[in-house]
């Protein structure tokens, strides 16, 4: 397949996803949404260096984004 069909077909498979996300009610949007996250985690989970990996990724931008609201806090006192 050559890029200008490659193109041409991926975007007309975001039309088609953005079609049926237009098509959902909200509430079956956050239900996607959810189960989505849920398959995300499940598979997470399932690789143990994976998880490892999320986990410190995750809690190291919990620290650094509390250090900032620390910072900008002591800022405002000033």
Not at 20 to 41: K, N
């Amino acid at each position: 397949m050559k890029n200008d069909e490659l193109d041409a077909a991926l975007k007309h498979e975001q039309a088609k996803r953005r079609r049926r996300a237009l098509a959902m009610t909200p509430e079956e949007r956050i239900e996607r949404h959810l189960q989505i996250q849920a398959e995300a985690m499940a598979t997470l989970r399932a690789n143990p260096a994976a998880w490892e990996a999320f986990q410190r990724r995750n809690h190291h931008q919990r620290r650094a984004s509390l250090a900032a609201a620390k910072v900008a806090e002591m800022k405002r006192k000033r």
